[in-house]
Structure formats: structure tokens, C-alpha cells
């Protein structure tokens, strides 16, 4: 799959992982942490592509999360 960020998305979702990565405990994985944010951006995109009246969708980083 590829991706492709606008420039504010990139910025949001550093600091995303940055977020999580210093507040995290001993459970903390960071390979399992990103495979399911972009798991759940893969699921999002799908929901949305789902419906016939989208052709192209810019989607924001708050609508994923």
C-alpha cells in the first residue's frame, strides 16, 4: 500500500506517535502501535471509498483517529 500525506497530515501524525511514544508503559510496542494506526486508516479509507459518492477524499487526521 502506499501512502501519500499532505505536509499538516505528516506534522499531526509525528506527533501522534511522539505523543504516544513518551507517554507509554512496558507494554508498549512501537512496531504493533503504528501497524494499527494505519490498520485503522486503511479501515477508515475503505468505509469512506464504500460509499458511490466519493470519487476523491482528502480525509483529515482527526477524521481517522
Known amino acids: 500500500d502506499e501512502y501519500i500525506l499532505m505536509m499538516e497530515a ?17 507494554s508498549f510496542g512501537n512496531g ?17 471509498f464504500s460509499f458511490p459518492h466519493y470519487s476523491a477524499i482528502t480525509l483529515a487526521f482527526c477524521q481517522i483517529l
Do not use: C, G
Open 10 to 26: 505528516k506534522k499531526e501524525v509525528l506527533k501522534y506517535f511522539k505523543n504516544a511514544y513518551e507517554n507509554k508503559d512496558k
Open 32 to 48: 504493533r502501535f503504528v501497524r494499527q494506526f494505519f490498520e485503522s486508516v486503511k479501515i477508515a479509507i475503505s468505509i469512506l
